[in-house]
């Protein structure tokens, strides 16, 4: 309301619908009860069509027309995206679609299914909640407990931190190759790939920890959404630690009724390339996004059709009797593919993606000196030990996440003693006061 105060209008419609499309599910049988969720899921889609996507379709519309000398006369709709509508549409979709499987019963309280919809942690930016976790939690008691409250700051405190000392601190450098892609080339574009890949991860998941670091100071518990995605060996590996809400929800509600692996090879590929092109639609109402989930689905096809040759070359070379390297080389690998593919995602338009992309492999033959290497990286938004400190940060996050193969990092740090544990909280406060940048826009995926 803060943003947008009549966008409020858009969040009731949602939540009137599908409350009362719960209750007549529940109390339906048969054609009756699929054309009751049919009708929400109409709504609800309808909502993101009119705000996201009816613009997009417009402008394509109207580019199209006008290629056979015809104008459209349908007009565009001047209005902005409202924040968080993606993800808010596919919470209150989920509890629709799980009271018509039975596997939640319909919320007969008004303003506990809107708490639901309007929890205040993760409505803009998720986690995308399911009913049967969220919902029996609105009915208990809360009662202060300082190891949820410590716990739950302690999580806001690195969430923060990688906000604004990482996410931020590296966009400096990475909005100033993308805004100008056409000025750079060889080891620049290389660190910014590099430098978005994390700036996206920190940005992302920060957000998901203040948000389950709130909600646990409330004595709230949310769904993981990350856990260590570029430590994955395999794309599909990565993306069951990358926005976990998000993929299950394709995969329960939208690849599954699909027909899922069970129709046979082709249909199967199929399907699954089909979830990565919504799921780029879904990110952004552009070409980018949807290139950007093309190119997912083209990996995640080719990683199954490649499986069995892959397992035989291994054999073949003797890396499967090194099982560390060739671990190591795969999260390399995948790494890399990820990150190619972030480069649409993060790009304006199509032009300035293939520019970065072809930057990625030009200017090396200039690289005949260290005096060389330390000139390129001029005018990149980021003085030199700045760049160094970035990559020094990257370093610190993935020193820090692999504590977490064990356990969660905070109950290690609970367990050292005192004076070390009030260190830790204070240098994570002190590195945000004097390493945080805070003159750099909203989080990243408040946009959809």
């Not at 009731?12 to 339906?28: C, K, M, N, P, R």
């Not at 808010?88 to 499987?101: C, G, K, L, N, P």
């Not at 986690?127 to 009662?143: A, G, M, S, T, V």
Request: aromatic share 18%; net charge positive; proline share 4%.
């Amino acid at each position: 309301m803060a943003f947008v105060p009549k966008y409020i209008i858009i969040l009731g419609f949602t939540i009137v619908v599908d409350y009362i499309a719960g209750i007549l599910i529940e109390q339906s049988e048969g054609r009756k009860k699929k054309l009751l969720l049919t009708a929400s899921i109409i709504a609800n889609v309808g909502v993101l069509a009119v705000f996201k996507y009816f613009n997009f379709i417009n402008e394509n519309l109207t580019t199209l027309v006008q290629s056979f000398g015809i104008e459209n006369p349908v007009p565009f709709l001047k209005f902005a995206l409202p924040i968080g509508l993606s993800f808010h549409t596919f919470q209150a979709m989920s509890y629709t679609i799980e009271v018509y499987r039975g596997n939640q019963k319909a919320e007969k309280h008004f303003g506990i299914y809107s708490l639901y919809v309007m929890f205040y942690p993760q409505l803009v930016a998720g986690p995308i909640e399911r009913p049967q976790n969220i919902l029996h939690q609105f009915y208990e008691k809360h009662q202060f407990s300082y190891r949820n409250a410590a716990d739950g700051l302690k999580l806001v405190a690195w969430g923060l931190f990688k906000k604004v000392v990482i996410a931020d601190r590296l966009a400096q450098l990475v909005n100033q190759v993308y805004n100008n892609p056409d000025q750079y080339q060889g080891i620049p574009i290389v660190i910014a790939v590099i430098f978005f890949s994390y700036q996206i991860y920190c940005d992302f998941s920060g957000y998901t920890d203040i948000a389950l670091g709130c909600s646990q100071v409330m004595g709230f518990k949310l769904v993981k959404n990350f856990n260590r995605p570029y430590a994955a060996t395999s794309i599909n590996e990565f993306w069951s630690r990358w926005h976990i809400s998000l993929s299950s929800w394709f995969r329960d509600y939208f690849y599954i009724p699909l027909g899922g692996n069970r129709l046979g090879i082709p249909r199967w590929y199929l399907n699954l390339f089909l979830v990565f092109i919504v799921s780029g639609l879904w990110h952004g109402a552009a070409w980018t996004f949807i290139a950007w989930g093309a190119l997912h689905g083209l990996y995640t096809v080719m990683s199954r059709a490649t499986k069995t040759a892959r397992k035989k070359y291994s054999v073949t070379i003797g890396l499967d009797s090194k099982p560390k390297l060739d671990k190591f080389l795969s999260t390399i690998f995948v790494f890399i593919i990820v990150s190619i593919a972030w480069v649409f995602f993060r790009a304006p338009s199509f032009s300035s993606a293939w520019q970065v992309l072809q930057g990625l492999f030009k200017g090396w033959g200039n690289y005949t000196s260290i005096k060389a290497i330390k000139d390129s990286l001029g005018n990149l938004g980021m003085e030199k030990p700045d760049i160094l400190f970035g990559f020094g940060l990257i370093i610190f996050l993935e020193w820090v996440q692999r504590f977490q193969i064990n356990g969660s990092i905070r109950n290690i740090i609970s367990e050292k003693p005192t004076v070390v544990r009030w260190a830790i909280y204070y240098g994570v406060v002190v590195a945000i006061i004097l390493f945080g940048v805070f003159n750099q826009s909203k989080f990243i995926y408040f946009q959809f």
